[in-house]
């Protein structure tokens, strides 16, 4: 958050370790396990091994990328390097700003979710009030600028992790190792061929640990990004995987696949209770509170800059048009987290997020592949295969969503013509008559 420029006040890699961690065990979590068990059944902790994996292989371009060019600029700058300024980097920017504000629009239901576990059932239709209402409430907390954000994120930061890990680590010892037989077939998936819905659920938890692209922004403020960013991202996704794996099996113990995909929207304080009693649902509640506020806090405060960097480097329009507001960017990325909020549900919420990121997330592999084999030493192998990880979890998904939800498909094909559109339109606006980008930004020969 603060911009510690100063050698003593660097990042170390345990420092960095803590804030990868930290954004990546997020709110996501709270709601995506009973997504993912709608689609695979008892199998869903195996589910959130196999993301870990294709996620492994995902992260190794972001390593390679964060080693050689570390910045603040983070996967903006990875795409800049790959395809230098124009309408590619900024649709693919643009993928990763939306996802980024479909992840805050995910976290504010989940947070009315679950808040609403402390209310009567008559209550249950104002989770996205209460949503907005959190929305509100962040953007509160970021106007009063960097320092609260950072103390405010940290606190929330160790509570959430410690908690978490807790819950996972007391629900297996009170409820023991759940018997996984892969026998139920969800009705979600029940007509669909064999493999396809465990490959589909592969992009919900690929979501739940998209957190470690936040990492490379820190490379203008960790000691030794060059070796240390790289191995930050390594040892918060391992973190991270065995967390998830634990909680998963802690709620599978306490709850049968039908209640834990009945209660998929609050599945944890759901799998609390029986195990732990009235008292662990509030405790989960209450964890989930804490980390949906924190979430959000730390997202408004990245994919905001992310808009203003794009603004500043003419990839996206000035924001000044917006009014003659202090932070336009911040009230752009507000405003549409709250439309995001009240027009889905969380199920689409997530959806149509983890579309956006995983075309970004190739475009990013391909960037390395094809643009940078000369500026960056990296084994061609390695990108190659998560590019056919991405599109095989890609291509399963969107086939499971033609299925049983095809407005995801309209929603999600209609925003990237959108910006494909838009786009190109804009960069037309700023080409002078040789052809040339007035861009503000570092140019190289891609344009």
């Known amino acids: 958050m603060k911009n510690t420029t100063d050698k003593n006040n660097k990042l170390s890699l345990i420092g960095s370790i803590s804030l990868g961690t930290g954004a990546m065990i997020g709110a996501g979590i709270f709601v995506l396990m009973g997504q993912i068990a709608e689609l695979v059944g008892d199998l869903f902790p195996i589910a959130f091994i196999a993301g870990a994996v294709v996620v492994g292989f995902s992260s190794y371009s972001y390593v390679k990328f964060s080693n050689a060019f570390p910045s603040s600029g983070g996967v903006v700058k990875f795409l800049n390097k790959s395809y230098g300024p124009g309408t590619t980097t900024g649709v693919f920017s643009l993928l990763m700003y939306v996802s980024m504000v479909v992840s805050q629009s995910l976290v504010a239901g989940t947070f009315g979710s679950y808040t609403l576990r402390l209310f009567p059932e008559r209550f249950a239709d104002y989770a996205s009030i209460l949503g907005v209402f959190l929305l509100v409430v962040v953007f509160i907390v970021n106007v009063l600028g960097n320092k609260v954000i950072g103390t405010t994120a940290t606190f929330t930061a160790i509570i959430k992790v410690l908690g978490i890990a807790l819950l996972a680590i007391a629900g297996l010892i009170v409820s023991g190792f759940p018997d996984i037989t892969g026998n139920y077939i969800p009705k979600n998936t029940e007509k669909l061929p064999i493999g396809i819905g465990f490959i589909a659920s592969l992009a919900l938890a690929i979501l739940a640990y998209k957190g470690f692209t936040t990492i490379t922004n820190q490379g203008g403020d960790i000691a030794n990004p060059h070796k240390n960013l790289g191995r930050s991202i390594i040892a918060s996704i391992f973190i991270c995987t065995i967390i998830y794996v634990a909680l998963a099996l802690a709620v599978a113990g306490g709850l049968s696949i039908p209640e834990i995909i009945m209660a998929k929207d609050y599945a944890l304080a759901a799998a609390a209770e029986p195990v732990f009693g009235k008292w662990g649902t509030w405790i989960t509640v209450a964890i989930a509170i804490i980390a949906t506020f924190s979430g959000v806090i730390a997202s408004v405060f990245s994919s905001s800059r992310l808009l203003g960097m794009l603004s500043n480097m003419k990839q996206v329009p000035s924001l000044k048009r917006l009014g003659n507001f202090k932070n336009p960017a911040l009230i752009f990325t507000v405003s549409l987290a709250i439309l995001l909020t009240i027009l889905f549900d969380l199920t689409r919420i997530a959806s149509i997020g983890v579309i956006f990121y995983l075309i970004m997330d190739i475009a990013i592999h391909w960037g390395l592949f094809r643009h940078l084999k000369k500026e960056v030493d990296f084994f061609p192998i390695i990108p190659?295969?998560?590019?056919?990880?991405?599109?095989?979890?890609?291509?399963?998904?969107?086939?499971?969503?033609?299925?049983?939800?095809?407005?995801?498909?309209?929603?999600?094909?209609?925003?990237?013509?959108?910006?494909?559109?838009?786009?190109?339109?804009?960069?037309?606006?700023?080409?002078?008559?040789?052809?040339?980008?007035?861009?503000?930004?570092?140019?190289?020969?891609k344009t």
């Open 384 to 445: 190659i295969m998560a590019i056919i990880m991405d599109a095989a979890v890609l291509s399963a998904f969107l086939f499971v969503k033609y299925i049983n939800d095809p407005l995801v498909l309209i929603v999600a094909a209609i925003g990237i013509i959108l910006m494909i559109v838009s786009e190109r339109i804009f960069m037309i606006s700023h080409t002078d008559d040789d052809g040339d980008m007035q861009m503000g930004m570092e140019t190289n020969n």
